[in-house]
């Protein structure tokens, strides 16, 4: 099996994506997996920074079985054994405010959503060969810039969804939110990789992602 975590970054590099492209690289060479970290318009040029993470459906990575996405403010959980590649199945994620995303979408946009497809959250894709080239297929230039700063990616993929007909369904889904739970949840410590928000706690405060990274650190999380 050949595997790839990639990540995507537009503009100078800031010190919290340095320590999540420096963590996430190791975290793919504990798997025997590779890992990139892609820049600028990956995908197309104007389109916004998010939408860049599309790149991921490219022919380019056809060599890779598995594709794995995630955003650059992503850790793994230390002392964490979990394979993201085998000991998952899922494609994205789609817990708590992704069932809320997917409904508001249908109705802004109804002749290019649906909720009765998939729907996953942005900040991690796992994708199999068989369905990045499925999904690839149904690339519409002129749809993107529906998305582009309003879903993002989230949107594209979305339609993608619709398209090819992948339905809304557990089975498309990553484990509840193990793989993506933000830094401000109270239960943080039994996830698998956390997502660096600026949120304090689930209400506010906000404050510079940094220090919530540092906080972690601080508890040994991450």
Known sequence: ????????????????????????????????????LLRGPAFRAGLTSPCQKLVMLSAQWDEYDT?????????????????????ESGIGRHYGIQKTLVLNLAR???????????YWGGSIYRLERDMRVRLRQHLRE??????????????IMHRLAVLEGVKNHKAHYLTRDMWNKSSFEEDVEDSYIVHIRTKIKQGGPKQDKIKNYQALVDRGLI
């Open 1 to 36: 099996m050949k595997n790839i975590i990639l990540q995507h970054w537009q503009g100078p590099i800031n010190e919290l994506t340095q320590l999540s492209v420096d963590n996430i690289s190791n975290y793919a060479q504990s798997l025997g997996a590779e890992h990139a």
């Open 67 to 87: 594709v794995v996405m995630m955003d650059p403010d992503m850790f793994v959980r230390k002392n964490i054994d979990k394979d993201i590649f085998r000991d």
């Open 108 to 118: 802004r946009f109804p002749l290019l959503g649906d909720p009765n497809y998939a």
């Open 142 to 155: 002129s749809e993107f810039h529906q998305f582009s700063g309003n879903y993002e990616d989230e949107g």
